[in-house]
Each structure stands twice: as C-alpha cells, then as structure tokens.
Nanobody, 122 residues
Framework: VQLQASGGGLVQAGDSLKLSCKAS???????MGWFRQAPGKEREFVAA????????AYADSVKGRFTISRDRIKNTVLLQMNSLKPEDTAVYYC?????????????????WGQGTLVTVSS
C-alpha cells in the first residue's frame, strides 16, 4: 500500500494543525499509525488506530492534545493536533500496520509514507 501524508506546516505554539494520510488501497483491514522524527532524534510513536477505528493509542506526550481518526471509505487517516508545542516539531510519518489492532512498535508497520514537516515556533 502507498501512503501520502500532507498537512504539515509552520505554526505558533498553541495553534492547531490537521495531518492527513491517504492510502492507495481500498477497504484496508490494517491498523494505521503516526510516528514522528525530530532532528537528531530517533523516530517515535505518536498515535495509532485499529482497522475499524474502535481502538486508539497515543504517546503520553500527545495524549489529550492529539486525536487520530480514520475514514475507511475514503482510505484516509487524520491526526488532529491541538495545543501544539515547540517540542512537537518533527517530520510526521503515517504508516500502515501489519495487524488489524493497534501497535506502537515501528517494526509492526511495513508500509510508510514520505513524511510531512511540522514546525512549531515559540
């Protein structure tokens, strides 16, 4: 499956931003996730959603501020990011999991999008 992430940009601290990930395959039964990688740091888990949207998982650092959702008809996964902080600055990647349930491990995601840059200024 091919993934196309979009929606990144430059915002100020406290602002909101919505990322979108479009998948090429229809009727996917795979969980989906968002990861991010800041300069000089390893890629880290942000959020994941199960195949039917019934289960979600979030990193502690974004819990309460970010919301992941999906539209299986449109093959799209969204990441609504509110109350953004400078430490949220990173390249954000969407990924399709091997399983139908949520997983936070990068190794559980065989398909990755190209990434979209989010920059939060203070």
């Amino acid at each position: 499956v091919q993934l196309q992430a979009s929606g990144g940009g430059l915002v100020q601290a406290g602002d909101s931003l919505k990322l979108s990930c479009k998948a090429s395959r229809t009727g996917s039964n795979n969980a989906m996730g968002w990861f991010r990688q800041a300069p000089g740091k390893e890629r880290e888990f942000v959020a994941a959603i199960s195949w039917n949207g019934g289960s979600t998982a979030y990193a502690d650092s974004v819990k309460g501020r970010f919301t992941i959702s999906r539209d299986r008809i449109k093959n799209t996964v969204l990441l609504q990011m509110n109350s953004l902080k400078p430490e949220d600055t990173a390249v954000y990647y969407c990924a399709a999991a091997r399983s139908s349930g949520v997983t936070m491990l990068p190794s559980g995601y065989p398909s990755w999008g190209q990434g979209t840059l989010v920059t939060v200024s203070s």
